[in-house]
């Protein structure tokens, strides 16, 4: 009773807890379920990489196969081989640099936006704020430039939908979503929107492709010469863009937060975004993920009873894999609840992999890790040039694990124009 009261309420601590320890796996039971930590190097790449076959995407992501069906988000198995496949070429270093410009557009804007708010000394929320940029961000990159205030109210609909799946995530025992509960209805609502708005977007781009990766999309090629369907490309960007704003948003977020709580390394990233460098701001932001990983969490489910070293664990229990607290585990680092840019300045020694994997761990990695990079890396240095967010309080606020690792409460804000 106690372990269930606490993976409710408190699944942070607990599994902190527990990776502090010295254990490979460590094991809770929960009412009905039969709940494992996988915490060792053994045990994560056995799940995620060695025995992978054995694994599907577990309780974690039922609830988002109801807006996205079966895409790479959600997929396992085949489907997910070739998915990833395919997908790849979209997602590569290369392509990314490619959508600089159309990212640098979306951050001009929030600077354009910010200049106004200065000159009013205006608060923001800074969640809200930085999902609106996130999601402005990876919308131009997807669905392309020009959808204007449209893009702002497809955002708000994602933002319904995603609180609702993380609702139902939150549940040990989700209502059947058929229901004519107000939520349920709210929800659909907010899906046949984005559904409708998406489709109309891919109607357009088969007309007359453009700069965006929705148009890549539609033109990739699986090896038998055969494309997506039109629905699988809809609901392929639906995920995208739920994968993609939220994490983004409350990356950025919790970078200003760190920031303002420590001047010595505001003060290197206002210097290297003054310098065009971006090495220190890469090392902010990775430190930022190592203590707020925006992706704290993820589960998998074995299909067939497996052993996890010395564990036995059974078909149809919860493996979890939780950045949060291997990443602040104090068996893989010195003092780790100190924010310290310097743990992964260019002469430290790299983590090892288990000790640091904010996007993921083997071949269901992030797909959207450089996209992810790039966008924080030019967002941070942009606005820092001009800007200096003072939050109203002092401190980040405690963390809150949705689907996503956002702050607990809002964080008021004003942004300063640097002089
Ligand atoms: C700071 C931002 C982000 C974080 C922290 C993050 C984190 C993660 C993590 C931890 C996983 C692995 C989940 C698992 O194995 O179960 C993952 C997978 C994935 N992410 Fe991200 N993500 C971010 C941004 C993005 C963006 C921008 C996109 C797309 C535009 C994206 C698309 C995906 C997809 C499609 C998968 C599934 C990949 C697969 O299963 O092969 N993510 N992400």
């Given at each position: 009773v106690q372990a269930l009261r606490r993976l409710r309420n408190d699944p942070l601590g607990l599994f902190a807890e527990a990776a502090a320890q010295d254990t490979e796996v460590a094991a809770f039971r929960a009412a009905h379920l039969r709940v494992f930590l996988a915490v060792g190097a053994d045990a994560i790449a056995h799940v995620t990489l060695a025995n992978r076959d054995n694994y599907r995407k577990g309780v974690s992501y039922d609830a988002l196969r109801i807006p996205i069906g079966d895409s790479l988000l959600t997929a396992d198995g085949a489907t997910a081989v070739s998915r990833r496949r395919l997908l790849g070429p979209l997602f590569t270093r290369r392509a990314v640099v490619d959508a600089i410009p159309t990212m640098a557009g979306a951050v001009e804007d929030c600077c354009t936006r910010w200049e106004q708010l200065a000159a009013r000394d205006e608060p923001i929320e800074l969640t809200a704020e930085m999902n609106r940029l996130a999601f402005d961000v990876v919308g131009r990159v997807l669905l392309g430039a020009e959808l204007g205030a449209a893009m702002t109210r497809l955002g708000d609909r994602i933002d319904d939908a995603s609180a609702w799946v993380a609702r139902r995530t939150r549940a040990v025992v989700p209502l059947p979503p058929g229901l004519p509960t107000p939520a349920n209805r709210a929800y659909r609502r907010a899906e046949s929107e984005i559904r409708a708005f998406t489709e109309g977007v891919i109607a357009q781009r088969k007309d007359a492709a453009g700069d965006d990766m929705l148009s890549r999309l539609l033109a990739a090629r699986h090896p038998d010469g055969t494309t997506l369907t039109d629905t699988e490309v809809r609901d392929e960007i639906i995920g995208f863009l739920m994968a993609g704003h939220q994490t983004m948003g409350a990356l950025l977020a919790w970078t200003w937060q760190l920031l303002a709580a420590h001047p010595d390394a505001r003060a290197g990233v206002e210097a290297a975004a003054d310098n065009d460098e971006d090495e220190y701001i890469v090392q902010v932001l990775e430190e930022t993920l190592r203590l707020y990983p925006p992706g704290w969490a993820f589960t998998r489910t074995p299909r067939?009873?497996?052993?996890?070293?010395?564990?036995?664990?059974?078909?149809?229990?919860?493996?979890?894999?939780?950045?949060?607290?291997?990443q602040r585990s104090p068996r893989f680092w010195e003092d780790p609840e100190r924010f310290d840019p310097e743990r992964f300045a260019p002469g430290a020694t790299p983590p090892a992999a288990h000790h640091f994997f904010p996007f993921g761990a083997g071949p269901h990695a992030c797909?959207?890790?450089?996209?992810?990079?790039?966008?924080?890396?030019?967002?941070?240095?942009?606005?820092?040039?001009?800007?200096?967010?003072?939050?109203?309080?002092?401190?980040?606020?405690?963390?809150?694990?949705?689907?996503?690792?956002?702050?607990?409460?809002?964080?008021?804000?004003?942004?300063?124009?640097r002089e």
């Open positions: 067939r009873d497996d052993e996890l070293g010395a564990t036995s664990v059974p078909a149809g229990s919860i493996v979890v894999i939780c950045a949060y607290a291997n797909i959207g890790r450089h996209l992810a990079l790039v966008e924080a890396k030019l967002a941070i240095a942009m606005l820092a040039r001009r800007f200096r967010v003072v939050p109203l309080t002092a401190g980040p606020v405690a963390p809150q694990p949705g689907i996503t690792l956002t702050p607990a409460s809002s964080v008021g804000a004003t942004v300063v124009r």
